[in-house]
């Protein structure tokens, strides 16, 4: 596999077998990416050639070469690779310097190597580093850092040594730091696993832990930092995994990572802790939250998750500076919901938010939460709403076909497919959003975004306007501004008066079949009205053949004979009516 001068590609579960070089990055290559690739019996496995930068070079099998990586440009990541070959690693004279490590973290090692986390890459070959360190913890890491060169230092490399206490049955209490793992299902009333130090980790192995009667935890931590949980089959507890802080000083910066939750009140709890990620996570069919973060439990990461079938997907209470950022939040009742003022300064992006049965977003009490390139949409009953006198912001939020930006106070909206017929001499750009005030107070300041195919060509582009409709459209009254930025492509009005619907319109000067104002259309007897839209009017514009004008502007057949005209007459009052239910009459 070659690039020459080719930048921003991804070259991904790949066999390269016994060639001069298996993968050649190349002559200002920058900012590619290998994952996943099986390169064996090559001569050199990976080159990364000069100016060549930002090389991703990650959960590679790199082996039975002579060189693994040739590496001459600098800004490479490196990890997380299995490395065997004579020469692992060749630096040239402009390798500089490159990370052959990532953070330490929960993740899927390399080539099956023993452990639940990653970090540096394992190192086999003639300097079988990985095979003969010391790993005095058991926790799968080299104690020293394994030096390639000058600037390129793995700082957290593989090991051999990895090991665990096991844990055969519940309950059962965590006393010390250590690698812990089940060997079996595991079942009990009440709490299963309690962590009672720091520094654990605890792999579940794909192992289930099932509460018999619905209360206490399947895993809880009860306040004590750098504790790991990955693995986890959980259900039938009141709070499938829960982090929690007793002592209001602790259950921070720990890892939840690859568990399922289901039939639990909440699947994953968090409660007055912070610094923790939560990642990976499958949470579907609880009867509260699939993960929930309350209390001040503040500063949090929740990536990569899926949540549904839950009354809550994501429920947020008293909780701040928390980052949400690519999770699945879908076919819940409420995708994520943020309740109380201290529910406040969480960041939202990358998320899809869709199909819930009630609200993809709701928003009580809370303020200053941002949402950036979500995916919030098809939701019941509204996409997005908020009460409780609070100001949020979104950007670049995906709504049905809509691309809307916006901050609001009290609003609530959602995409809406089409609208009325639009207004004469006006045409919309297929981009309409319901939109309504939840307060007396209520204001949006909301931009859409067009594509340049949006706008006809017989429209001005530079007249698109933010219009309103609540039975009749109207361009004036509720906003104090409106506007479009055609170099942006984004129509903007700043809106005070809502229970509408919303749409950019752009003046035409025509009817909805292209007539122009004040002429015939080539329908006969319509007419463009500009105040009226297509009317008939065959008095100005004549019928077609065969038809004749008739006093309401519409045309009749003149070959049909002249319809009888029926006078009034006033009823016998001796005169028989049946009565409909007695066809026979009588009494």
Not at 354 to 381: H, K, P, W
Not at 398 to 427: E, H, I, M
Not at 477 to 491: H, Q, S
Request: charged share 15%.
């Amino acid at each position: 596999i070659y690039l020459n001068g080719a930048s921003d590609n991804e070259i991904l579960d790949n066999t390269v077998l016994s060639g001069p070089v298996g993968i050649e990055i190349w002559n200002g290559s920058s900012s590619n990416a290998l994952t996943g690739n099986e390169i064996e019996g090559n001569h050199q496995g990976v080159l990364v050639g000069l100016n060549s930068t930002g090389t991703d070079i990650i959960g590679n099998v790199i082996r039975l070469g002579y060189e693994g990586i040739a590496l001459d440009s600098p800004g490479a990541k490196i990890y997380n690779n299995y490395l065997d070959n004579t020469v692992n690693v060749w630096l040239g004279p402009y390798a500089g310097a490159n990370e052959w490590n990532t953070t330490r973290q929960p993740g899927d090692r390399i080539e099956d190597v023993a452990g639940v986390e990653i970090g540096g890459n394992y190192w086999k070959g003639p300097d079988p580093y990985s095979e003969n360190c010391t790993d005095a913890q058991a926790d799968g890491f080299c104690d020293s850092p394994y030096t390639i060169g000058a600037s390129n230092v793995d700082a957290l490399p593989l090991s051999d040594g990895y090991d665990f206490m096991e844990i055969s049955a519940c309950p059962y209490s965590i006393g010390s730091a250590g690698n812990y793992g089940l060997s079996q299902d595991l079942e009990t009333a009440g709490t299963c696993i309690t962590v009672n130090a720091s520094d654990v980790v605890l792999d579940c192995a794909g192992y289930t832990i099932r509460g018999t009667d619905g209360t206490g935890y399947g895993v809880v931590n009860s306040g004590f930092d750098n504790v790991t949980v990955v693995g986890c089959d959980v259900s039938g507890f009141d709070v499938g995994i829960f982090y929690t802080n007793p002592g209001y000083n602790g259950a921070d910066n720990g890892w939840i990572y690859g568990s399922q939750l289901s039939s639990n009140r909440d699947g994953i709890k968090l409660y007055w802790c912070a610094g923790n990620d939560v990642v990976n996570n499958a949470t579907s069919g609880n009867t509260g939250a699939g993960i929930a973060l309350t209390w001040f439990s503040n500063g949090n990461t929740l990536s990569g998750n899926v949540a549904d079938l839950n009354p809550s997907g994501l429920w947020i209470q008293d909780s701040s500076s928390n980052v949400i950022a690519g999770n699945d939040l879908s076919s819940n009742r409420f995708g994520a919901y943020l309740y109380s003022a201290y529910a406040s300064n969480n960041q939202f992006s990358g998320n899809t938010i869709r199909s819930n049965t009630e609200s993809g977003v709701r928003i009580d009490f809370s303020g200053n939460n941002s949402f950036a390139n979500d995916v919030v949409s098809d939701n019941a009953l509204w996409d997005f709403t908020s009460g409780g006198m609070s100001v949020n912001t979104a950007t670049d939020l995906t709504v049905g076909p809509n691309v809307l930006s916006f901050t609001g106070l009290d609003v609530s909206l959602k995409s809406v497919a089409t609208g009325p017929t639009d207004p004469p001499g006006y045409r919309n750009i297929g981009r309409y959003v319901e939109a309504v005030g939840n307060s007396e107070s209520s204001w949006l300041n909301l931009d859409i975004r067009y594509l340049d195919v949006d706008v006809s060509a017989e429209m001005s582009e530079s007249t698109l306007r933010i219009w309103k409709n609540s039975g009749t459209w109207t361009d004036t009254g509720f906003f104090t501004e409106n506007g479009v930025d055609t170099a942006g492509n984004v129509v903007f009005a700043d809106i005070t008066s809502f229970g509408s619907l919303f749409a950019p319109l752009g003046y035409t000067g025509t009817c909805s079949d292209d007539t122009p104002l004040g002429q015939c259309s080539a329908q006969q007897p319509l007419y463009c009205s500009a105040t009226e839209g297509l009317i008939p009017l065959c008095q100005t514009c004549g019928c077609p053949s065969s038809l004749e004008c008739i006093a309401d502007g519409t045309c009749v057949d003149a070959s049909r004979p002249p319809r009888p005209r029926f006078q009034t007459q006033t009823p016998d009052p001796d005169s028989v009516f049946l009565d409909s239910a007695d066809p026979s009459g009588e009494e």
